[in-house]
């Protein structure tokens, strides 16, 4: 079985669509195996492939093969198979597919949309949940945004056919499950993501990209009660998908210069305004992000300021201090994610002598982890904590850091900024201590 990183194309396909099989009802039906593999021999055979070096790589059980297409997509889909890494492992497949894919004719496109629709449709049940991996996998993939008239596509009724299987219409109350009633009252209905209803379908739709914008398919599932605020499209404008390498570049920022960032404090800086309710100034905001409460998953947002961290808690529009610097006696930034994608679940641990307190953020393949910011502050603010310990207030600055308020996220990739910014006077504080040193 090939390494991840050797995976070509249909093998990715492969392993993505059994995952959504076997996902969207907890069941692998022999259907939809004889159709995935059916379409991707007749794939391997029209696309020119047996003219090139992967003349032999045939979705077969010849175990002779010299790289042998069904033992790999089987092998990586068995390992995964109803594990929590199964679908963060798919969705990290599926945005390589879209790269890779980006330039392909229409053709091709047209028929990986409809072999998405046929695995749905290949047990003779579609099912609402298969309706949302469908439509899902077809907007990672990159893919001309489908609706409900294209399960009734002749290109799908085809590939049913060549498999022995009768088409059936899902969109005339002659199916096994007429959806299209039981979407217009779901619409409004976000108890599928644990999210409230917001009393529109509009705001509802809304709050549901929301979620999985940040939250992708981990942190949007029944197993977290989600804690949706009122202004969470004033954090989505804030909170840009950074890249992974402008992340990192913030990161080295703030270690490099010891400047701790400050994303609201008054009518300054860019955050919403109204975590300001809640503290005096907002030094980083983590958009949405899993924690433990005492057992119960929760899912919000979390913000950090001088006094530690921050999470939306008891309601959607409530705040509470959750956890405070002066209690920390270690924080570690760990990947969790599934081989070979690792960082797709970054975890981020609260030590302290009580025992501990844990944040798992989703990151999507190539993007940055907004948790490895707080981890670079710390670094910065870790000697003030500690002067301060027994002090009456905060000595700013007794760690050598200064601190910057930024106007607009794109403000943070500007290293001339980072590198202007002088320490805050500690003594100013009462500090009498040996200050640390600012570069």
Request: proline share 4%.
């Amino acid at each position: 079985m090939r390494e991840i990183k050797d995976l070509i194309l249909l093998e990715k396909v492969g392993i993505v669509l059994l995952t959504m099989a076997y996902e969207s009802d907890e069941e692998l039906n022999e259907n939809e195996v004889r159709i995935l593999v059916t379409e991707l021999n007749n794939m391997i055979f029209n696309s020119g492939l047996e003219d090139t070096e992967y003349a032999d790589l045939t979705f077969s059980s010849d175990e002779h093969s010299e790289l042998n297409c069904l033992e790999t997509m089987i092998g990586y889909f068995k390992a995964f198979q109803g594990t929590d890494k199964a679908i963060p492992f798919a969705k990290a497949l599926a945005s390589s597919i879209k790269d890779e894919i980006a330039p392909f004719n229409d053709e091709f496109k047209a028929w990986l949309s409809n072999l998405l629709v046929t695995i749905a449709k290949a047990d003779g049940v579609v099912t609402k949940n298969e309706i949302d991996w469908v439509f899902g996998l077809a907007s990672d993939f990159g893919l001309p945004k489908l609706n409900m008239s294209d399960f009734d596509d002749e290109g799908v009724d085809y590939m049913l056919e060549k498999s022995d299987i009768e088409p059936f219409t899902v969109n005339k109350g002659e199916s096994s499950l007429d959806v299209t009633e039981e979407l217009e009252e779901e619409e409004t209905n976000t108890d599928s993501l644990g999210c409230r209803d917001f009393g529109d379908k509009e705001t509802n739709k809304q709050a549901q990209k929301y979620m999985y914008m940040y939250g992708g398919p981990v942190l949007t599932g029944e197993q977290f009660t989600a804690r949706v605020p009122d202004f969470f499209s004033k954090i989505v404008e804030a909170c840009p998908i950074w890249d992974k390498d402008e992340m990192e570049r913030i990161c080295g920022f703030i270690e490099r210069y010891k400047v701790i960032p400050v994303l609201r404090s008054s009518k300054f800086g860019y955050v919403p305004e109204e975590f300001l309710q809640f503290e005096k100034q907002i030094w980083w905001l983590v958009p949405y992000i899993g924690w433990d409460n005492g057992g119960n998953m929760i899912a919000s947002w979390m913000f950090i300021d001088k006094n530690g961290f921050h999470v939306a808690h008891p309601s959607d529009n409530e705040h509470t201090h959750v956890f405070p610097w002066a209690q920390l006696n270690k924080l570690k930034l760990d990947a969790m994610g599934p081989e070979g994608q690792e960082e797709a679940l970054m975890r981020l641990t609260l030590v302290c002598d009580q025992g501990e307190l844990w944040f798992v953020e989703y990151v999507a393949p190539g993007k940055g982890s907004y948790l490895s910011v707080i981890q670079s502050i710390f670094k910065v603010y870790k000697k003030t904590i500690e002067e301060s310990a027994d002090a009456p207030c905060w000595y700013h600055g007794a760690g050598g850091e200064g601190y910057y308020v930024f106007e607009k996220p794109e403000d943070l990739l500007n290293e001339s900024i980072w590198k202007n910014v002088e320490p805050e006077d500690a003594s100013f504080y009462g500090y009498k201590g040996n200050v640390g040193p600012h570069l």
